[in-house]
């Protein structure tokens, strides 16, 4: 999965910009318009406020892809006039060559830096929407009691196939521990680069927050009757299926992020896990409900204001993206009793 994805010369990131959007595999909030930045650079600016808007205040997105949330981000936060545009240092880093230099020239006021380039740690805000899914997972499945893993081999005509054999020790450990295919003839996935993604993560902070927002499930939820073969896909043209071995560099691979194992990751490395909230919920806590508050007829009625509530409720519709997501808010050195806007309940009466 992590060559498939992430080699540099033949992996799916590695073909840049066309792999997203309506001409590429699959969509992301940021493809949705310009909503969800607006709301993030709105709790970025409130948790700027409770680091006392240090100089520089820098944000620093891993996975940024294309560059479109910098984009958004940056924008909103000149928009509001809290002052934080002049002390803000954008940060982006993405595996691929071709995503950086996209970002590059969406968000030319961003630095934009390789993955593993060594860097200055911040204060800040650490941001990572849609990384952790892409991580290379290990399959296993519950066989006459026993634990396997599903390794990928080649057969004889240079086919690649499917082949079970004994757990690697990393595997075993993060099954036992989560409760992974735990019923005879079940399968799960579990991600033992989890630990180390988020130590990066948490590892560029001096003192602030990481916003991680994701798809996933608790460990009960992930590994229960819900999910029995797992929750690894393929993406390709907007399509799912579940032909790993096919198309090898030319379709997206994810599975469903283990939200307990991000927040035990978490605190093991010595973050605090502030909350975890669903994207509706976060989106709504920050106001994105607004323009469907149009007094005015005719504003109402203007195609640009029906498309923009259109796009909102891709981003909040129960069904779709605004339960399927979350958002979990970690912080280092800052007080955790310390309010947070997007982990507010917006319907509690």
């Known amino acids: 999965m992590d060559l498939a994805l992430h080699d540099r010369d033949h992996g799916y990131y590695a073909r840049g910009a066309e792999v997203l959007g309506a001409g590429g595999d699959y969509f992301t909030a940021s493809d949705v318009g310009s909503a969800f930045g607006s709301c993030l650079a709105a709790q970025i600016e409130e948790m700027d406020a409770i680091l006392e808007r240090p100089t520089p205040f820098t944000v620093a997105e891993f996975g940024a892809g294309r560059g ?59 941001v990572a929407v849609e990384l952790l899914d892409a991580l290379p997972v290990h399959r296993v499945r519950r066989r006459a009691g026993r634990l396997r893993e599903v390794f990928v081999d080649v057969d004889a005509s240079g086919r690649l196939i499917e082949r079970e054999q004994d757990p690697v020790p990393q595997s075993s450990t993060l099954a036992e521990r989560y409760g992974a295919a735990s019923r005879e003839g079940d399968e799960a996935e579990v991600c033992p680069a989890l630990f180390d993604a988020l130590g990066k993560i948490g590892g560029s902070l001096d003192r602030g927050f ?98 923009e509530r259109l796009r909102i409720l891709q981003l909040i519709h129960p069904a779709g993206m605004g339960r399927t997501f979350h958002i979990v808010i970690l912080a280092k050195g800052v007080d955790p009793r310390a309010k947070i806007t997007g982990l507010q309940d917006p319907f509690a009466r």
């Open 210 to 307: 990481a916003v991680i927002v994701d798809y996933g499930h608790v460990a009960t939820e992930l590994y229960g009757p819900a999910h029995p073969r797992g929750t690894l896909l393929a993406y390709h043209r907007h399509r799912t299926n579940e032909e790993f071995l096919l198309r090898v560099g030319e379709q997206d691979l994810t599975a469903h992020v283990n939200l307990t194992a991000l927040e035990d990751a978490a605190r093991e490395l010595g973050m605090v896990v502030l909350g975890r909230t669903t994207q509706d919920r976060f989106l709504i806590a920050h106001g994105i409900l607004a323009p469907f508050d149009e007094p005015d007829a005719d504003r109402w009625n203007d195609p640009a204001r029906v498309r």
């Open 68 to 126: 479109i949330l910098a984009r958004d981000v940056l924008d909103a936060v000149a928009s509001r006039g809290s002052g934080l545009e002049e002390r803000l240092r954008y940060v982006v880093t993405d595996t691929s060559p071709g995503m950086r230099d996209e970002a590059a020239r969406q968000a030319p006021e961003a630095r934009v830096v390789e993955p593993g380039a060594p860097g200055a740690v911040y204060t800040g805000c650490a």
